[in-house]
């Protein structure tokens, strides 16, 4: 009989899903994936499984494991998480994929982030081309530490680009216009929830900041700014892309034509789902 002291017994009777609690207990332990395999059947202290449920306690009451843990994978890069931050996620490597895409034959390019939390997007753009300079703007001091923390850590402090630029405030009114500053590619991952969404009072959206969710309004207020603002820091031929929300493409396409951006379009993210749009200030 096996002791009820080890983690194969922990798994085994928590009712978590089981990826889940294989997170949970390797952070409580230390231990990677191939760990929780092979010394499966070692006692462990009381306060180690204590920990443990604590942690298991907090994840079914709701908490998102990326705040339990404190870290989230992102374009494989693991972001410290903390409560003051929206938790990277997944589809937002599109927007990723897609500012570098923009960014291909320029010799160091600059980017700008708006509304950057973790850093996320920020961070994975510099690690990807070494070359580029990064600026990132957030209006909340405690995600700009937490992006600075990750661009820190995640980055090689003697790259050609050197290290990104943070900068609190909204949007563009953080910049200093002073520097002429002008970008090949701006992104952003903004608020774009509905203030009446549901989604807002379900799952880990209740634990992560509100105002990284939503602008309390329509869910495009966020949205026009960026884009009535942008072809001002755009370089000529620079390019706007922006996350948004599942029935959000064609909104967002109509303000960027509005402004008399060319080449719009969305772009699907791996469900099927138009998940970002942009488009390219013209030459002049």
Wanted: a negative charge; one cysteine or more; charged letters at 25%.
């Amino acid at each position: 009989m096996q002791n009820a002291d080890t983690a194969a017994a922990l798994l085994r009777a928590s009712t978590l899903p089981v990826l889940e609690a294989r997170i949970l207990l390797g952070h409580v332990l230390g231990w990677r994936r191939t760990e929780l395999i092979t010394r499966s059947d070692e006692p462990l202290g009381a306060a180690l499984i204590e920990r443990y449920r604590a942690l298991e306690a907090r994840r079914l009451a709701g908490e998102p494991v990326a705040q339990l843990v404190g870290a989230r994978e992102f374009f494989g890069l693991e972001f410290d998480v903390t409560p003051h931050v929206l938790i990277p996620r997944p589809e937002t490597e599109l927007l990723v994929e897609t500012a570098l895409e923009a960014l291909e034959g320029l010799k160091k390019p600059r980017v700008l982030d708006l509304g950057t939390g973790t850093g996320a997007i920020a961070v994975a753009i510099a690690s990807a081309r070494p070359d580029a300079q990064v600026w990132a703007v957030d209006r909340s001091s405690e995600a700009l530490a937490v992006a600075v923390r990750n661009a820190g850590k995640l980055l090689d402090a003697a790259r050609p680009g050197g290290a990104p630029v943070f900068w609190e405030g909204d949007w563009y009114d953080a910049l200093n216009a002073s520097e002429a500053l002008h970008f090949d590619v701006i992104v952003s991952n903004p608020p774009y929830i509905a203030s009446g969404d549901p989604h807002l009072s379900q799952g880990d959206l209740r634990f992560e900041p509100r105002g990284a969710l939503t602008d309390e309004a329509d869910g495009l207020s966020a949205i026009r700014a960026i884009v009535s603002g942008a072809p001002a820091w755009l370089a000529p031929r620079g390019v706007l892309w922006m996350e948004h929300g599942y029935d959000q493409a064609q909104a967002v396409r109509t303000l960027l034509e509005d402004r008399s951006f060319g080449e719009v379009r969305s772009a699907c993210d791996l469900a099927g789902i138009e998940r970002i749009s942009g488009g390219r200030r013209a030459a002049t």
